[in-house]
């Protein structure tokens, strides 16, 4: 018998910067399926992330269509919905308040990703595996491989976001799911193929965000480069930052 021939990852036309810099949460996607070989190169780039003393303790459970993905979408839907509902209401996500403001926006976005939460073309459960008590910094083992499949599905022309909708029912997903009493849940993400772009992340400026020697003062060449594009909560962008 002669093993499958197994394909190379595919090359991807976005600039590893490029990609870093416009990586969105994309909560919105088409209707068109994921194919397992993409699958493959996201989950692959994922599992290449760094991890304390290079231990791999991230585990990934993919849900697709089986009977236990369905239950487990049905519970995360439900659970997303719930969250949802009361960060909406404690910090005013109207749909029908300014409808052009970015709140307003937010809320009709988040409103049909929950919506249709269960209909999302694939949620992955990031998971990791303890192995002390839990440490301040573990996190640090488990996050940085669900960025690395952020950013492997914005390559390959998908997006997602991650969520933390398994918040709270993580003993009946455990369960559900066969996770072992020493993993746990840490990320819950939705991935597919965005409906729309993904432009430039809006953030604070630099100089609001990186200091030199000591706190809070920012260095010189903290000078975002032309276009930066920046969230509501910094200041608009300044001339000096967008010229040239
Ligand atoms: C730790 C973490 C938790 C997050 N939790 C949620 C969440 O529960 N629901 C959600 O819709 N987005 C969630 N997000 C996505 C952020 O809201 C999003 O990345 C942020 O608003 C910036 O938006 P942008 O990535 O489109 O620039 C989370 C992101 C991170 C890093």
Redesign the pocket.
């Known amino acids: 018998m002669t093993a499958p021939e197994v394909r190379p990852l595919p090359a991807d036309s976005v600039g590893l910067l490029e990609g870093l810099t416009t990586?969105?949460?994309i909560?919105r996607y088409t209707g068109d399926l994921m194919p397992p070989e993409v699958l493959r190169d996201i989950l692959f780039a994922a599992t290449r992330a760094a991890s304390g003393s290079n231990r791999q303790p991230f585990r990934f459970i993919v849900l697709i269509d089986g009977p236990r993905a369905v239950a487990a979408r049905r519970l995360l839907g439900e659970r997303a919905r719930e969250?949802w509902a009361g960060k909406g209401q404690r910090e005013g996500y109207r749909s029908d308040a300014e409808p052009r403001s970015a709140k307003a926006r937010m809320a009709r976005t988040?409103a049909e990703?929950v919506g249709g939460f269960e209909s999302v073309p694939v949620v992955v459960l990031t998971c990791l595996v303890r192995y002390r008590e839990p440490a301040p910094m573990e996190g640090a083992s488990v996050y940085p491989a669900c960025q690395n499949l952020l950013l492997a599905a914005r390559a390959l022309g998908y997006g997602g976001?991650?969520?933390?909708?398994h918040r709270g029912i993580e003993p009946q997903l455990s369960e559900l799911l066969s996770v072992p009493a020493e993993a746990f849940i840490a990320?819950t993400i939705t991935l597919g193929r965005p409906q729309g772009g993904h432009g430039p992340?809006?953030?604070r400026p630099l100089a609001e965000l990186v200091f030199e020697d000591t706190w809070g003062s920012a260095p010189e060449w903290a000078l975002d480069p032309p276009g930066t594009a920046y969230t509501a909560a910094g200041p608009p962008a300044r001339p000096s930052a967008t010229a040239g």
């Open positions: 990586t969105r949460a909560r969250i988040m990703y976001v991650m969520t933390g909708f990320a992340v809006r953030r």
